[in-house]
């Protein structure tokens, strides 16, 4: 068997239409599983102070999900948004020991500060790399999803 490769991923849950759950609103547990043999690999609290910054255009690190608000003015029209992050945005970085490539299941239940939302994804991951962001498989719970993984620093 060969030794694990350093893995890194960034989960970062975001609410269906809206920013990241941050400390605010008592952030995300995430809970990440070999989704074969339902071993854990890592896992924690999604925490942090922001929770995304809106740009009304398409930027590279943005989630993949945009975020429409309400017209500023009485007859205005609404904006379509994305969210961006930045280095205070909540999140969990989790450094897994994998030896393949891994089928992961990934969980994150919350916000915590109102355990009404959750939602199961999953995704496949190569040994030794960063991931780039993917969207989320949904499988269950309507409110609120991770908007994983994305490598730290894009």
Same mark, same amino acid.
């Given at each position: 068997?060969?030794?694990?490769?350093?893995?890194?991923?960034?989960? =970062?849950? $975001? %609410?269906?239409g809206?920013?990241?759950?941050?400390n605010?609103?008592?952030?995300? !547990?995430?809970?990440i599983?070999? %989704?074969?043999?339902? *071993?854990?690999?890592?896992? #924690?609290? %999604?925490?942090?102070?922001? /929770?995304?910054?809106?740009?009304?255009?398409?930027?590279?690190?943005?989630?993949?999900?945009?975020?429409?608000?309400?017209?500023?003015?009485?007859?205005?029209?609404?904006?379509v948004?994305?969210?961006?992050?930045?280095?205070?945005? /909540?999140?969990? @970085?989790?450094?897994?020991?994998?030896?393949?490539?891994?089928?992961? !299941?990934?969980?994150a &239940?919350?916000?915590?500060?109102?355990?009404?939302?959750?939602?199961?994804?999953?995704?496949?991951?190569?040994? #030794?790399? !960063? @991931? *780039? $962001?993917? =969207?989320?498989?949904? =499988?269950?719970?309507?409110?609120?999803?991770?908007? &994983?993984?994305?490598?730290?620093?894009?």
């Amino acid at each position: 068997m060969t030794d694990a490769a350093a893995t890194s991923i960034l989960v =970062r849950v $975001q %609410a269906k239409g809206g920013k990241f759950l941050a400390n605010d609103i008592g952030a995300a !547990e995430v809970t990440i599983r070999d %989704a074969q043999t339902g *071993a854990w690999l890592g896992g #924690g609290l %999604a925490l942090g102070t922001s /929770s995304g910054n809106l740009v009304p255009g398409y930027a590279p690190n943005a989630s993949l999900s945009t975020i429409v608000t309400p017209a500023s003015e009485p007859n205005g029209v609404p904006q379509v948004q994305w969210l961006v992050p930045v280095a205070s945005t /909540s999140g969990l @970085q989790v450094s897994l020991p994998i030896t393949r490539p891994t089928l992961l !299941e990934i969980t994150a &239940f919350g916000p915590l500060g109102g355990l009404q939302s959750a939602h199961r994804a999953t995704l496949m991951a190569r040994p #030794g790399t !960063e @991931q *780039a $962001q993917r =969207r989320s498989t949904r =499988r269950s719970s309507p409110r609120s999803r991770p908007a &994983f993984p994305t490598s730290r620093g894009r």
